[in-house]
């Protein structure tokens, strides 16, 4: 496999038609076979320090040092790179806080890439909510402070005609590229509309999807949509580096959208289309529109529902109980609330019941209390919503049913939290599930930490230590009555990576519902929550092997669906051997060679 890392020195003006013939610089050039990966390194000296992927730092040889002109530039000791991975983490360790040692690493990434991932790689389940979710947050939010070296491509919605041009500037061909991630910032984590900064998300999903999946660093393209922003304190912030104007809607946002999709379809036409942190009345929307046509998958809504189902299916197994005896309330009836909802509903069509069946067992609240015909909702929440005529005896108040009511009155086995809405898991709430469920199942699964709407602790006093559960956020061990309880989190880490990898090795036309259950179902199945304290999920320590098998069943899935392009002889091997790992390559000093090259 040959890795898209030519990048191109200045061309030759633009003729007529549209047409640029120029001559490139092949920098360095990746590629591996059965010996392993070897880089091909064609430039010298301090370029070739400039350039992270190729920027091995203390721990090349002399005889290379030489060959390559960095001779001089190096301090004379050569280092191993698990001397490397030391040396990084005490520094690492000595950094004040979780947002500096964000920027450490983000630095270190900006410097030695292979180093970073190797670093990341002994220190995966430390260092996952620093480099994502919840740390992100924060350095999304101070983006235009801490401002370095950019990464991704900056789409402007001032300038559409841009959009190719752009794509092109990072140098990849229609075959470097597998995968990428995409954001307009309106719905970044819980912390809502952050502009331009929502770059920072798109990056670090993909340092995820590398750590734990084993997609090459070269074959990414993180892309932020700029379509302005509503976020008052950033449109005054003279820092600000987006596009200083009112978040743009309606039509001409739809038509941006479709432009990017196309011109990037066209360009990349294998690459997986990952959407991220898309605002809840464009979410659904935008992955309707183009799921059929497109290879892509938005993890807000398909994630997030595969790694809760994920652990509800553990969850009913550990009881001896199925998945169509359960009823749930969702608070929180957004793109992850509903879109858990979609995915059970599907699994549970597949097992047996109907549609309508399926839905009966759901009752889901948005901002304005249980879901009912009669009131106003979004095209993705009407099929959830309950007869208006069902409640009339329910002794209401005002025009709907708070958490409260309905659970009292449903008496649910499962309660998912997706509100942002810290507390809503109150102990009055979890006792009155309690007292007619011995094992609840509660997932408050809302983040950053502060946003949960309850915390395990809690969960577990007031359950006698019988509830069930997963967080969205991270949180330690609980020790009750002896008992010590580990705290399943549902971070989709468990499952995009390896979503977004077997649907690669497959080379699938389009990412279907099945492959998103076969990933929920794989979790699942590599779980065992039957001992007391045991988690729902498996602990991160155990990503990479975890997002291999969730690849290997996707891939499955999507040969039986048809929508494969590669037949896979042997599922387990392909997407073992797919998985690239952070060591440093084989190097071969070539010369400096001009290649021409023709950019439509």
Not at 82 to 98: I, L
Not at 404 to 429: K, M, Y
Request: overall charge negative; aromatic content about 6%; hydrophobic content about 40%.
């Amino acid at each position: 496999m040959r890795c898209g890392s030519r990048f191109p020195l200045p061309t030759v003006p633009e003729v007529a038609g549209g047409t640029r013939v120029a001559s490139v610089a092949r920098q360095f050039s990746f590629h591996s076979d059965e010996n392993g990966e070897k880089v091909e390194i064609a430039i010298r000296g301090r370029q070739i320090l400039d350039r992270p992927m190729i920027n091995f730092g203390t721990a090349y040889p002399h005889e290379e040092r030489n060959a390559l002109g960095l001779t001089g530039l190096l301090p004379p000791a050569v280092s191993s790179i698990d001397t490397q991975v030391a040396r990084t983490y005490q520094q690492y360790s000595a950094q004040p806080d979780d947002l500096s040692k964000n920027i450490y690493l983000t630095q270190l990434q900006d410097r030695n890439e292979i180093l970073f991932y190797r670093l990341l790689a002994a220190h995966l389940e430390e260092m996952l909510p620093i480099i994502y979710t919840p740390t992100i947050g924060e350095a999304i939010q101070q983006y235009s402070t801490w401002f370095g070296r950019p990464r991704g491509i900056f789409l402007s919605i001032d300038d559409p005609d841009g959009i190719e041009q752009a794509l092109q500037a990072g140098g990849q061909s229609a075959e470097d590229v597998d995968l990428i991630v995409v954001t307009d910032s309106e719905g970044i984590l819980g912390i809502g509309d952050q502009g331009v900064g929502g770059i920072r998300i798109c990056v670090g999903k993909l340092s995820v999807y590398t750590a734990a999946a084993g997609i090459h660093p070269l074959r990414v393209m993180p892309v932020v949509l700029d379509v302005g922003t509503d976020n008052m304190e950033l449109l005054n912030d003279e820092a600000y580096l987006g596009v200083r104007h009112a978040r743009v809607r309606g039509e001409q946002y739809d038509q941006f959208v479709e432009r990017f999709v196309s011109t990037a379809n066209r360009m990349f036409p294998k690459a997986l289309l990952h959407w991220e942190d898309l605002g809840a009345s464009n979410a659904h929307r935008i992955l309707q529109t183009y799921r059929e046509d497109y290879l892509t998958f938005n993890d807000d809504i398909q994630g997030t529902a595969a790694v809760v189902v994920a652990a509800l299916l553990a969850s009913v197994q550990a009881k001896g109980e199925k998945l169509a005896d359960q009823k749930f309330v969702i608070h929180g009836a957004g793109t992850a609330g509903i879109g858990v909802a979609d995915l059970l509903v599907d699994i549970m069509v597949r097992d047996g019941l109907s549609e309508d069946e399926a839905r009966k067992r759901f009752w889901c609240l948005g901002s304005r209390g249980l879901l009912h015909t009669g009131m106003k909702l979004r095209p993705f929440q009407e099929p959830y919503a309950r007869a208006a005529a069902e409640l009339s005896d329910w002794g209401l108040t005002g025009e709907t049913a708070d958490l409260a009511t309905t659970v009292d009155r449903v008496q649910p086995t499962v309660l998912i939290g997706t509100s942002a809405q810290p507390g809503a898991f109150s102990e009055p709430i979890v006792r009155s599930m309690y007292a007619h469920c011995p094992r609840p199942v509660i997932m408050p699964l809302s983040n950053p930490t502060r946003l949960s709407e309850a915390l395990p602790v809690d969960l577990l006093t007031w359950t006698d230590g019988n509830v069930l559960m997963a967080t969205g956020s991270p949180f330690q061990p609980v020790t009750l009555d002896g008992t010590t309880y580990q705290i399943a989190q549902a971070n989709n880490a468990l499952v995009f990576p390896g979503i977004g990898l077997g649907a690669i090795v497959a080379e699938a036309s389009r990412v279907t519902d099945h492959m998103i259950a076969a990933a929920a179902e794989a979790v699942a199945e590599i779980t065992d929550a039957s001992k007391r304290g045991a988690p729902v999920l498996p602990p991160m320590t155990d990503l990479r092997a975890v997002s291999a098998e969730v690849a290997v069943r996707v891939a499955e899935a999507a040969v039986n669906d048809g929508v494969a392009n590669r037949t896979l002889d042997n599922p387990v091997q392909d997407i073992y051997a797919r998985m690239w790992k952070p060591q440093y390559p084989t190097i071969e000093v070539v010369t400096n060679e001009f290649t021409p090259t023709r950019r439509n």
